[in-house]
Structure formats: structure tokens, C-alpha cells
């Protein structure tokens, strides 16, 4: 019988905390869509001033944020985004900046640490001269942390020169800034200096914050009013958002010193993984508080046999027909909770290794 349960699926999978139940049942709220919810107008106030933008704006999720935000940036459909094979808009988000946005995308690679080759962006870029055969190139997007490089950091440096290149070529630069804070921590950068290149952001308020609900656009001031609007349009408009809102405002307050910790125990996890026959990690790329698992070549361990073994331990991690395993620890996973896994990963690996001492 499990006794214990450890949620290493994602760090979208917490729960509120007492604090933030408390906030939302009290909360001050009006209509939002009228412009008049207390709650929410002082978290996005909040949230501009930390980011070093004139303005914010509170949406549903993170997909639609970034949506809004390529749409804004793209108002003639048939322009053109470049952005990395690998990143979330691109995968993860159903291909709507196409379906609904009629937008193009230019895809670059992803390097191992989430960056795109300096050089293949500037290449990508279209000459106006052909916009008579080609489509329009008008915004560049970049992702930090980059979740499907195992939430690696984009450098303040990194971003500036990137932000350059689009000044140049007159373009915009969005940000999707979904796990940023993990980045801020991990780098020890203020989160206004690693988006100063940036004219739009997104930054997600119920992954690594641990807040239920939301995410918030920066930007300009004209930005953010295009940005409403597409909100509505898109059917994110909501009326009395400060319920929400003000469980995000705990979070910013509570679990943003928190990250520093998961990130410690990301790495006391992967520093253990990497001690295991037949388990490769690279524990240098373990930035933030997401870790990848592979399998050697020739061991006789496969994902899918160590994720079976896991779940008869209440350890859960994303199902799927992925050769690696992904672990991602948030504000609820305790340093017991890591230890606990190891000890059940040293198990199942010996299990399954050496069946015959079983």
C-alpha cells in the first residue's frame, strides 16, 4: 500500500496554501472587465514595477498570454515570428499563433542551453525587399527559463544582444517568461534586468510561484491596451479576477524566497540520480528546479520500467512515450521527498538491473 505521495510531475500541480485561501476568500473585488478590480490593479501594478515595464495585465494562462502578445506584436496577419524549434510556443501551445493569430513561424534550433545562434537569427530575418513572396518578419521570441532544455537560464547578455538585433532590423522581442523568477534566482539578476531588452513578457503566476491561477503580460502602456482588447476577444476577459489575483499576490510575497530551495533540492536529486548504474543526468545543466533523466546506452532500464516502479511508490512523473524522464520540484516537495524518491529510484534500478539478486 502507498503511504506517501511525491508530485514530480510539474510545478503546476500544487495546491494553495492556507495563506492564499485566506486572500481570496477576503479579497476586495469589482469588475474587472470595467477596469475596476481593486485586487487585480494592484498585482499588476506590482508586477510592471518589478519587471520594469509601464504596464500590466492579468490573464488566464500562460498560452493565451502568449498568444496575445505575437498577436499584438503581429498585427497584419501573414507576419512572421522567428523562435526556437524546442520552445514552448512552438510545441506546446497547439499551434495557435497560426490557427487564430495567422501568424507565420520561423523556427531556429535550440542549443542545449535554450539559446538560438546569434547569427541563424539575424539570418532568418526577411529582406523587405521580398515581402512580395515572402511574409513579413516583425517580432522575435525567446523562453526563460527554457523548460524543454531542463529549465535553463538566458543570460541578461544573451537577451540584450538579441534585443539588438531586433531594434536593428526594427523588430520586437517577447519574452516568454514563463518560469523567469526561477531564471532571476538561479542567476542572481534582477527580473527587470533580464527583460530590459524586452517589449513584452509573459510571466507565469502558478508554476514555480505555486499561485492557482493566472499569468501577467508586461509591456507598454499602448501595448497592454491592444492587449486587453485581444483579452476580451480571446475570452479571457473575467469580472471579479481579484480572487485570483490576490493568491497571487501571496505567492509573489511567499514562495518567490522559496525557489532558491528548489533549486537545491533539484540539484541534491540530481547529484543523486547521477550516482546510479544506467542513469545519466547532466547535473551542470540543472539550473533550476527541472531535471531530465536518461538511460544509458545498454542498461537494461527504460523509462517506462522506472515510472511503473515510481508510481507503486506514490511517485508520480508525467506519463508518456518519452525515452527520458522529467522531475520538476516545487515549493511542496520537501528535502524528505527527494530522499524518499532516490531511495525508491536505488530500488526499482537494482530491481531491474540485477534481477536475479531479487
Given at each position: 500500500?502507498?503511504?506517501?505521495?511525491?508530485?514530480?510531475?510539474?510545478?503546476?500541480?500544487?495546491?494553495?496554501?492556507?495563506?492564499?485561501?485566506?486572500?481570496?476568500?477576503?479579497?476586495?473585488?469589482?469588475?474587472?472587465?470595467?477596469?475596476?478590480?481593486?485586487?487585480?490593479?494592484?498585482?499588476?501594478?506590482?508586477?510592471?514595477?518589478?519587471?520594469?515595464k509601464e504596464a500590466a495585465l492579468f490573464?488566464?494562462?500562460?498560452?493565451?498570454?502568449?498568444?496575445?502578445?505575437?498577436?499584438?506584436?503581429?498585427?497584419?496577419?501573414?507576419?512572421?515570428?522567428?523562435?526556437?524549434?524546442?520552445?514552448?510556443?512552438?510545441?506546446?501551445?497547439?499551434?495557435?499563433?497560426?490557427?487564430?493569430?495567422?501568424?507565420?513561424?520561423?523556427?531556429?534550433?535550440?542549443?542545449?542551453?535554450?539559446?538560438?545562434?546569434?547569427?541563424?537569427?539575424?539570418?532568418?530575418?526577411?529582406?523587405?525587399?521580398?515581402?512580395?513572396?515572402?511574409?513579413?518578419?516583425?517580432?522575435?521570441?525567446?523562453?526563460?527559463?527554457?523548460?524543454?532544455?531542463?529549465?535553463?537560464?538566458?543570460?541578461?547578455?544573451?537577451?540584450?544582444?538579441?534585443?539588438?538585433?531586433?531594434?536593428?532590423?526594427?523588430?520586437?522581442?517577447?519574452?516568454d517568461g514563463a518560469r523567469l523568477f526561477?531564471?532571476?534566482?538561479?542567476?542572481?539578476?534582477?527580473?527587470?534586468?533580464?527583460?530590459?531588452?524586452?517589449?513584452?513578457?509573459?510571466?507565469?503566476?502558478?508554476?514555480?510561484?505555486?499561485?492557482?491561477?493566472?499569468?501577467?503580460?508586461?509591456?507598454?502602456?499602448?501595448?497592454?491596451?491592444?492587449?486587453?482588447?485581444?483579452?476580451?476577444?480571446?475570452?479571457?476577459?473575467?469580472?471579479?479576477?481579484?480572487?485570483?489575483?490576490?493568491?497571487?499576490?501571496?505567492?509573489?510575497?511567499?514562495?518567490?524566497?522559496?525557489?532558491?530551495?528548489?533549486?537545491?533540492?533539484?540539484?541534491?536529486?540530481?547529484?543523486?540520480?547521477?550516482?546510479?548504474?544506467?542513469?545519466?543526468?547532466?547535473?551542470?545543466?540543472?539550473?533550476?528546479?527541472?531535471?531530465?533523466?536518461?538511460?544509458?546506452?545498454?542498461?537494461?532500464?527504460?523509462?517506462?520500467?522506472?515510472?511503473?516502479?515510481?508510481?507503486?511508490?506514490?511517485?508520480?512523473?508525467?506519463?508518456?512515450?518519452?525515452?527520458?524522464?522529467?522531475?520538476?520540484?516545487?515549493?511542496?516537495?520537501?528535502?524528505?521527498?527527494?530522499?524518499?524518491?532516490?531511495?525508491?529510484?536505488?530500488?526499482?534500478?537494482?530491481?531491474?538491473?540485477?534481477?536475479?539478486?531479487?
Open positions: 500500500m502507498v503511504v506517501r505521495s511525491v508530485d514530480l510531475r510539474s510545478d503546476t500541480v500544487t495546491r494553495p496554501t492556507d495563506a492564499m485561501r485566506e486572500a481570496m476568500a477576503s479579497a476586495e473585488v469589482d469588475d474587472d472587465i470595467l477596469g475596476y478590480d481593486p485586487t487585480a490593479r494592484h498585482l499588476e501594478e506590482e508586477m510592471a514595477k518589478m519587471m520594469g490573464v488566464p494562462s500562460g498560452t493565451m498570454a502568449n498568444l496575445i502578445c505575437v498577436m499584438v506584436h503581429c498585427e497584419v496577419r501573414g507576419s512572421e515570428v522567428i523562435l526556437g524549434d524546442n520552445s514552448h510556443i512552438h510545441v506546446y501551445e497547439n499551434g495557435g499563433i497560426s490557427t487564430i493569430g495567422g501568424v507565420h513561424p520561423k523556427t531556429i534550433k535550440n542549443e542545449e542551453d535554450g539559446t538560438m545562434d546569434l547569427e541563424a537569427i539575424e539570418a532568418a530575418i526577411r529582406d523587405p525587399k521580398g515581402s512580395t513572396f515572402y511574409p513579413s518578419t516583425r517580432l522575435i521570441c525567446l523562453e526563460n527559463t527554457h523548460a524543454n532544455s531542463g529549465g535553463r537560464c538566458l543570460s541578461a547578455e544573451y537577451t540584450d544582444s538579441v534585443g539588438e538585433i531586433a531594434k536593428r532590423h526594427g523588430l520586437k522581442l517577447h519574452i526561477n531564471a532571476s534566482i538561479a542567476l542572481g539578476v534582477p527580473v527587470n534586468r533580464l527583460v530590459e531588452a524586452a517589449d513584452s513578457v509573459s510571466v507565469c503566476l502558478s508554476k514555480g510561484l505555486g499561485a492557482p491561477v493566472g499569468t501577467v503580460i508586461v509591456g507598454s502602456s499602448g501595448f497592454i491596451e491592444k492587449a486587453k482588447r485581444l483579452r476580451k476577444t480571446l475570452g479571457g476577459g473575467m469580472r471579479q479576477i481579484g480572487v485570483l489575483c490576490a493568491a497571487a499576490l501571496v505567492a509573489l510575497q511567499e514562495n518567490l524566497p522559496k525557489l532558491q530551495f528548489d533549486h537545491k533540492k533539484a540539484k541534491l536529486l540530481a547529484e543523486g540520480l547521477n550516482q546510479m548504474k544506467g542513469i545519466r543526468i547532466n547535473v551542470a545543466a540543472v539550473e533550476t528546479n527541472m531535471i531530465f533523466m536518461d538511460m544509458e546506452d545498454g542498461s537494461r532500464l527504460t523509462a517506462e520500467k522506472l515510472r511503473k516502479c515510481l508510481t507503486e511508490c506514490g511517485i508520480l512523473v508525467l506519463p508518456g512515450n518519452s525515452p527520458r524522464i522529467r522531475m520538476v520540484v516545487h515549493h511542496q516537495i520537501t528535502t524528505s521527498d527527494v530522499h524518499y524518491t532516490l531511495s525508491c529510484l536505488q530500488q526499482a534500478v537494482q530491481m531491474i538491473q540485477e534481477p536475479s539478486l531479487n
